[in-house]
């Protein structure tokens, strides 16, 4: 069964970090992409950020650059969002989604094959 994961969610005060990590199973994480998006209160699903599969690059929202980090351990299944210096604005639901053609930008939501359930940050005092 094709499965994501989300962990390492939590409260955090503002300038905080958390690492949030997305196991898979049931496919090869090297054969995708992977995504991660967040949904705020009362807002659409958003990317934050992007790791493509063979080279690795990397591409992030405007709000998450030089703050989030993503990156991947294929041998583990695993893909990482590192986040630093979070604020308030950052609370939200975070998913983690894979991609195995990237035939639309990477934040389009519509290009994911399989989504995870999500894990909840908040930023607050």
């Known amino acids: 069964q094709l499965q994501l994961v989300e962990s390492g969610g939590g409260l955090v005060q503002p300038g905080g970090s958390l690492r949030l990590s997305c196991v898979v199973s049931?496919?090869?994480?090297?054969?995708?992409?992977i995504g991660w998006f967040r949904r705020a209160p009362g807002k659409e699903r958003e990317g934050v950020a992007y790791?493509?599969?063979?080279?690795?690059?990397?591409y992030y929202a405007n709000s998450a650059k030089d703050r989030f980090t993503i990156s991947r351990n294929n041998a583990g299944n695993t893909v990482y969002l590192q986040m630093i210096s979070l604020r308030p604005e950052d609370t939200a639901v975070y998913y983690c989604?894979?991609?195995?053609?990237?035939?639309?930008?990477?934040?389009?939501?519509?290009?994911?094959?399989?989504w995870g359930q999500g894990v909840q940050v908040t930023v607050s005092l």
């Open positions: 989604a894979a991609q195995m053609s990237a035939n639309t930008w990477w934040d389009s939501i519509a290009g994911y094959d399989y």
């Open positions: 049931g496919f090869t994480l090297d054969y995708y992409a």
């Open positions: 790791i493509t599969r063979r080279t690795n690059n990397t």
